[in-house]
């Protein structure tokens, strides 16, 4: 009983005693009593957005539900705005948004409509575009990509392929995305599968050294401590430093 009344509380953010109660109400169904709590503190109207795209599972949003709900909103999958939806949302996998998070997130910006959710993701998609701001995105990627509690590492050619839609959207210098190019070349000459902090590094690499200078790339420095497979990269492009 202790370890529901704990879960409940984590995702609730109530204290020991609303737990119980809600626990108790709900025959000690963890889930159940999160959703009547939900139901209670949300917005009827969001309530009917959220299960408007659940199909038999009244908790989640399926991959079913997720691509009809991005139709309402006039989104692409492959559109950028699909995946910083997906970061609002906490979504924890590709195609699943959680009743939880979707109530909560919504209703924080007081939104409980396909309009004006349209409207306020158009909005992040602006926001977005500045370089620190859009490493949020970035990061989240790599952790939404996992299929297994212990994966750690992601097939390259995925991996290619977000990086193209994101570094795409950040629409850079001609001479900065081609040395991108050269990186995805690099990466497939390779076949190697990526972890995180080759990953993670590899947009540090771009802002830092990249972007002040794509042509020389005289701010790397091979003694830094940047992944061995950016300092391979550099390497491949044989760049007399």
Request: charge should be negative; include cysteine.
């Amino acid at each position: 009983m202790n370890t529901l009344v704990n879960d409940f509380m984590a995702v609730t953010g109530t204290n020991r005693s609303m737990a119980t109660k809600y626990l108790k109400d709900n025959n000690n169904h963890l889930q159940d009593a999160i959703n009547d709590y939900l139901n209670r503190k949300q917005d009827p109207k969001l309530i009917k957005v959220f299960e408007k795209y659940c199909e038999s599972d009244m908790s989640t949003i399926e991959v079913n539900g997720t691509m009809n709900y991005l139709e309402d909103l006039g989104i692409e999958p492959e559109d950028i705005r699909s995946l910083i939806l997906s970061y609002f949302l906490d979504s924890s996998s590709m195609g699943v948004f959680q009743r939880e998070k979707f109530l909560n997130n919504w209703n924080k910006e007081k939104i409980n409509n396909i309009t004006d959710m349209k409207t306020f993701i158009d909005k992040l998609h602006d926001q977005y575009k500045d370089l620190e701001r859009f490493q949020e995105i970035y990061e989240f990627v790599f952790g939404f990509l996992l299929e297994q509690p212990n994966q750690k590492l992601i097939n390259y050619e995925i991996i290619i392929d977000y990086w193209k839609l994101m570094f795409e959207f950040l629409e850079l210098p001609d001479k900065v995305n081609a040395r991108i190019s050269q990186w995805y070349e690099f990466i497939e000459s390779q076949g190697k599968h990526l972890n995180r902090d080759t990953y993670v590094m590899w947009y540090e690499f771009v802002k830092e050294v990249i972007m002040e200078d794509a042509e020389g790339l005289g701010g790397y420095d091979e003694m830094s401590s940047w992944p061995s497979m950016v300092d391979e990269y550099v390497e491949y492009l044989a760049i007399d430093q």
